[in-house]
């Protein structure tokens, strides 16, 4: 796990470690299991997001505020839909882990929140690469707090303090990149044309990036009705076997469509608000 790629190019060996020897073990193979985890580490990750929110502007409700749309968003959304977005929820509970420790380490010290951010960002780079730009946002949340210090102040000197309290961060994803770059023979990304994820720096590659605009916006609501269930939800048709084949996209489209609903008006709502009575 730690000395290759896997088939499609990630290197994600805490993934792998907790999906082989932490979940399969304790939940094993029943599918329904792992739907409840996913919503469970979900659930968790939006309480990180509370409290880094609530860190950061030291308000409760704009910290509840956070939470409900993080808690809403489109991607974190359908990553509760099962096991198959664990690196995301996996990445993201140590993402969070790590900045929260870096904001106590800006307040309380060095010591042992600093080591304890390192440690959570090392783990959230074997969960997923994403991760790599977590020193990026770790500048930014240092310079929040500096600044908060220090309104008046110059921008210039509170911006290099912050990159240095944020150096052995960047320094771990220099680190981590020459690796993942010696794991590709000198790329980061796959050489073979072919690859799902190969990356080729054209127009047309760049212009086929946009289609994640509406991800990132967080604009889609559902899937149009004309194009069928999700390819998320497509898994969930092994949990029905029982219902007729043509039935079977019909009723998982309105179980996407409920199951949206309920998160919005139920689960989310509820959640927020015991985080705002916290």
């Given at each position: ?65 956070t939470?409900?749309?993080f ?25 969070m ?11 309380s010290?060095t ?14 780079l ?39 309290h ?13 690796y993942?770059?010696y ?7 796959p050489?073979d044309?072919?690859?799902p994820?190969?990356v080729?720096?054209?127009w ?21 009705a004309?194009?069928?269930p999700s ?35 139920v ?12």
């Amino acid at each position: 796990l730690l000395f290759h790629y896997d088939d499609r190019a990630n290197f994600r060996p805490l993934t792998y470690g907790i999906a082989s020897w932490l979940m399969v073990p304790v939940g094993g193979l029943p599918t329904w299991v792992y739907h409840l985890l996913a919503a469970l580490i979900h659930c968790l990750n939006t309480y990180l997001a509370f409290l880094l929110a609530r860190r950061l502007t030291g308000q409760k409700t704009t910290a509840s505020l956070t939470a409900y749309f993080f808690g809403l968003h489109w991607v974190l959304f359908h990553a509760t839909y099962g096991m198959v977005c664990l690196p995301d929820l996996s990445y993201v509970f140590f993402a969070m882990l790590s900045l929260l420790a870096l904001c106590r380490s800006r307040e309380s010290g060095t010591f042992p929140w600093l080591p304890l951010s390192l440690m959570a960002f090392l783990a959230a780079l074997g969960c997923k690469e994403t991760a790599v730009v977590i020193p990026l946002i770790g500048t930014a949340v240092a310079w929040h707090r500096i600044r908060l210090s220090s309104l008046s102040g110059p921008l210039l000197p509170t911006i290099r303090q912050a990159i240095y309290h944020t150096r052995f961060h960047w320094l771990m994803a220099l680190i981590y990149l020459g690796y993942f770059a010696y794991l590709g023979g000198g790329s980061i990304f796959p050489q073979d044309p072919a690859h799902p994820y190969a990356v080729s720096f054209s127009w047309k590659g760049i212009l086929a990036k946009f289609s994640y605009l509406q991800w990132w916006t967080n604009l889609p609501a559902f899937y149009d009705a004309s194009r069928g269930p999700s390819p998320v939800m497509e898994r969930l048709t092994e949990i029905f076997p029982f219902l007729p084949k043509q039935a079977k996209a019909a009723y998982l489209l309105k179980l996407e469509i409920v199951s949206r609903w309920a998160a919005v008006f139920v689960w989310i709502p509820v959640l927020a608000f015991l985080l705002y009575r916290t």
